[in-house]
């Protein structure tokens, strides 16, 4: 059967719908890459509706939230990437401790317990840390074949495109 670049990304998009709480099985990065897609396309349709309705003050105020709630569906998409690398799930949890730091600097800054920006340094410096380390494993290849988690995603959606 020949690859047919439409079907597969086709199924990318339905597995990033369907799969939103699944932790089981393996995504490729093609998958993550939709997903990112589909989160850009939310936040912007809201960024619209803010403009269109005089509301963006509102969307300025709970933006942050609204990309904490967003990515928090990333996190079994990010455990799959990670079975895709025959790697443990559980490192996961980088992405909500990212997301956490990063939100909790926001917070203190809103409150104005920070003077300044740069006085949140170490939530900043951890911050990094821990975004550089999600983004290497989200490109990071998979493995090649089957492994402990199951069936290579690619191949998967080469032999089932429906």
Do not use: C
């Not at 803010?50 to 300025?60: P, V």
């Not at 909790?104 to 104005?112: F, K, M, N, S, V």
């Amino acid at each position: 059967m020949a690859y047919n670049p439409t079907s597969a990304y086709l199924g990318h998009l339905r597995r990033v719908v369907t799969g939103l709480a699944d932790f089981k099985g393996r995504s490729s990065r093609t998958e993550f890459l939709a997903f990112l897609i589909v989160v850009v396309a939310i936040q912007s349709m809201a960024l619209v509706l803010a403009e269109l309705t005089a509301r963006r003050l509102l969307l300025d105020e709970y933006s942050q939230y609204l990309q904490l709630t967003l990515l928090t569906f990333a996190i079994p998409l990010f455990a799959r990437r990670l079975h895709d690398q025959n790697r443990s799930g559980w490192l996961a949890l980088i992405l909500p401790a990212f997301l956490g730091l990063k939100l909790y600097g926001q917070i203190l800054l809103d409150a104005q317990l920070l003077p300044t920006a740069q006085l949140g340094f170490p939530f900043n410096v951890a911050g990094m840390i821990l975004g550089l380390a999600f983004w290497v494993l989200v490109v990071w290849p998979g493995t090649n074949g089957a492994n402990r988690f199951g069936q290579d995603p690619r191949l998967d959606l080469v032999a089932n495109p429906s």
